[in-house]
C-alpha cells in the first residue's frame, strides 16, 4: 500500500465549475499538508500549505485536512481553463525531517 | 528573484550510458534537493544536501547514481549506467534552511533512456 492515495483522473469540468481534488494516506504522523500545481513541462509550485486538521482559504482555493480520516482536500472555486494542471498532495511528519511524500497527481482540465 | 535552474531539459541516451544533470539553487539556500518523478507519478526524493552534507540519500540507488554538492551552491547528479526504468524527469528543489521550509522547484530535466 502507496503511504499516500491520489485519484490520478483526468479530472474535466466546465469552466466556472467547483473542483474537489482529494488525498488519502495510511501514516498517521503526517502533521504538514501541502497542495502543489504543476504544468505541463513545468516544476511544481506550491499551491497550500496547512498544518494538523481544519481549513484554509486563499482566494478560490480552500485545503481541508481531515487527520481523523486521514483525508485531504483541495477545492477550486470558480475554475478557469488556467487551472488546467496537474495537482499533486505532499505531506510530510517531524520524523522525516523536510522530505515529502507526494501523491501521484490529479489531472484536471477545464474546459472553457 | 531567479528559481533553480536545471540543465539540460531533455536528454537522450541508450542503456548502458552515463548521464549527469546540473542544478542550480535560488540564491542563498541552503537544501537542495533531488527527485525524480516517473510518468504518472509523485516525485519521490532520491537525495537531500544541507550545505555541501548529505542530509537523506535512503532512497538513491547508490549502485548506480551518484550526486555532489561541493561547494554548498550548484549540484550534480549522475547516474551511470542508466537503464530503461530511469527515464523520468529529474527535479531539483531548493530551500531556504531545511525544516518546514517551502522547497521551490525546477523545470526538471526529462531523461529518455532508449
Known amino acids: 500500500q502507496k503511504e499516500v492515495e491520489q485519484d490520478p483522473g483526468p479530472l474535466s469540468v466546465p469552466e466556472g465549475a467547483i473542483v474537489s481534488l482529494n488525498c488519502t494516506y495510511s501514516?498517521?504522523?503526517?502533521?504538514?499538508f501541502m497542495w502543489y500545481r504543476q504544468y505541463s513541462r513545468k516544476g511544481p509550485e506550491l499551491l497550500m500549505y496547512t498544518y494538523s486538521s481544519g481549513n484554509k482559504e486563499d482566494g478560490r482555493f480552500t485545503a481541508q485536512v481531515d487527520k481523523s480520516s486521514k483525508y485531504i482536500s483541495l477545492f477550486i472555486r470558480d475554475s478557469q481553463p488556467s487551472d488546467s494542471a496537474t495537482y499533486l498532495c505532499a505531506m510530510r511528519t517531524m520524523e522525516y525531517g523536510n522530505k515529502l511524500v507526494f501523491g501521484a497527481g490529479t489531472i484536471l482540465r477545464v474546459k472553457s | 528573484e531567479a528559481g533553480v535552474a536545471q540543465s539540460p531539459r531533455y536528454k537522450i541516451i541508450e542503456k548502458r550510458q552515463s548521464v549527469a544533470f546540473w542544478c542550480n539553487p535560488i540564491?542563498?539556500?541552503?537544501?537542495l534537493y533531488w527527485y525524480q518523478q516517473i510518468l504518472g507519478q509523485g516525485p519521490k526524493l532520491l537525495i537531500q544536501?544541507?550545505?555541501?552534507?548529505?542530509?537523506?540519500d535512503s532512497q538513491l540507488p547508490k549502485d548506480r547514481f551518484s550526486a555532489e554538492r561541493l561547494k554548498g551552491v550548484d549540484s550534480t547528479l549522475k547516474i551511470q549506467p542508466a537503464k530503461l526504468e530511469d527515464s523520468a524527469v529529474y527535479l531539483c528543489?531548493?530551500?531556504?534552511?531545511?525544516?518546514?521550509?517551502?522547497?521551490?522547484f525546477g523545470p526538471g530535466t526529462r531523461l529518455t533512456v532508449l
Open positions: 501514516n498517521s504522523a503526517f502533521q504538514y
Open positions: 528543489a531548493s530551500s531556504l534552511a531545511g525544516e518546514g521550509d517551502t522547497q521551490y
Open positions: 540564491s542563498g539556500h541552503a537544501t
Open positions: 544536501f544541507q550545505n555541501n552534507g548529505v542530509v537523506d
